[in-house]
């Protein structure tokens, strides 16, 4: 089992699975590569049933865990996902809501504990590359950030990762895909902080999973409940292609040689 090749991608939240790794998870599962995904959350603070809030009248929590773990299967069955694993923590919810001081949310878990869970799943899968997100959790969310400590803490504890990558979203593709958006649907999505994505410089690693872009597509729409936040969906088939059909990372860790800009995650491995 050590010597097969597997991804693991350690995430948040149902859905974060799809825009970062969808096209990676489908493109390697297809090349015989063994596919892990570790979703951190059940997702209780997205939208209840019509649309109803967090926080909102009759938002109810057991409710949303329930169609958003149903979304989540619908997903991975379309992006080929072999194996995932659910560590089952109480979504925290987004930064600044009152469920943030929460003791039995995901952020505020012991990361030695939820760490040791995933550290775990490291030894059963023993996977050769780990993906997560950056420091920031990519935008700040409190899940994000905690998915990404106990990614980091759990490779270092096992050693086994051996190469280990954050998602990015390239800063200058990402402003013009939003320029493009804004002018298609009329609609003012906001301006983004400058700080917002990683400078293409930064990028080390693009992948090709264009093949894959209509199975992301299917993949993110499969998660309906949370439409409202699910703006790519919005988007006219051309820019999804766009967005849908490149994934970038930034390789932080490798023990084994790989070109400084690389074209597969596997790169070094096979």
């Known amino acids: 089992m050590d010597s097969e090749l597997t991804l693991m991608a350690v995430h948040a939240h149902p859905d974060d699975e799809v825009l970062g790794t969808g ?20 997702g209780e603070q997205g939208d209840g049933p019509g649309g109803v809030k967090p926080g909102e009248h009759g938002h109810d929590e057991a409710a949303v865990r329930e169609r958003r773990l149903a979304e989540l299967r619908d ?26 001081s929460e003791s039995d949310v995901f952020s505020n878990v012991p990361i030695e504990d939820s760490a040791a869970r995933l550290g775990e799943l490291m030894e059963k899968y023993r996977p050769q590359v780990v993906v997560t997100y950056d420091e920031n959790g990519n935008y700040g969310h409190p899940d994000h950030i905690q998915a990404h400590r106990i990614a980091v803490a759990a ?3 096992t050693k086994i990762p051996r190469k280990f990558y954050y998602t990015a979203v390239p800063r ?49 729409a499969a998660h309906e409940s949370q439409g409202d936040n699910i703006f790519f969906l919005r988007m006219s088939d051309e820019v999804q292609l766009q967005v849908f059909g490149t994934e970038s990372f930034v ?20």
């Open 155 to 157: 490779a270092e504890a």
């Open 23 to 42: 096209g990676v998870f489908a493109r390697y599962a297809e090349e015989g590569i063994r596919t892990v995904l570790v979703t951190c959350t059940n």
């Open 251 to 270: 390789r932080v860790r490798s023990d084994v040689a790989a070109p400084d800009k690389e074209d597969d995650l596997f790169a070094g491995l096979r």
């Open 172 to 220: 200058e593709r990402f402003r013009e895909f939003m320029k493009r958006m804004q002018e298609e649907s009329g609609e003012d999505f906001g301006e983004l902080p400058e700080d917002f994505g990683t400078p293409e410089a930064e990028i080390t690693t693009f992948v090709d999973v264009m093949p894959y872009a209509e199975r992301k597509r299917k993949a993110l």
């Open 75 to 100: 997903s991975v069955a379309h992006l080929g996902i072999e194996h995932v694993e659910l560590l089952g923590y109480r979504d925290s919810g987004m930064d600044g809501w009152d469920t943030n």
